[in-house]
């Protein structure tokens, strides 16, 4: 059973710090291209960061630049988002995603997400 698991989301004042984990299960984990999403209320689902399977390359939204880092550890199959600065437009429930391009077949899976609110 695939199962992507977020954690870490909470309340924090502006220009605090979050780090978000999603722990992976049930399928291999190092083949897949990581992502976190986010969805604010009202708005559309947007990407926030991308790390390839092996972590060699990293993308962000320009939102997010400067203030965001992606990584994770293969060993431990979870994918994190270090958030710093946090402002309160960052507010979102933020989603974990895996991605993975095998010939012509797509396959996805994605989280619950974790709610992240920014405010003082």
């Known amino acids: 059973q695939v199962q992507l698991v977020e954690s870490g989301g909470g309340l924090v004042q502006p220009g605090g710090s979050l780090r978000l984990s999603c722990a992976a299960s049930?399928?291999?984990?190092?083949?897949?291209?990581m992502s976190w999403y986010r969805q604010a209320p009202g708005k559309e689902r947007e990407l926030v960061a991308h790390?390839?399977?092996?972590?060699?390359?990293?993308n962000y939204a320009d939102s997010v630049k400067g203030r965001f880092t992606i990584s994770r550890d293969n060993a431990k199959n979870t994918v994190y988002l270090q958030m710093n600065s946090l402002k309160p437009e960052d507010t979102a429930v933020y989603y974990c995603?895996?991605?993975?391009?095998?010939?012509?077949?797509?396959?996805?899976?994605w989280g619950q997400g974790t709610q992240v609110t920014v405010s003082s």
């Open positions: 995603n895996a991605a993975r391009v095998a010939g012509h077949k797509w396959t996805d899976y």
């Open positions: 790390i390839t399977s092996a972590g060699g390359s990293t």
């Open positions: 049930g399928f291999t984990f190092s083949n897949y291209a």
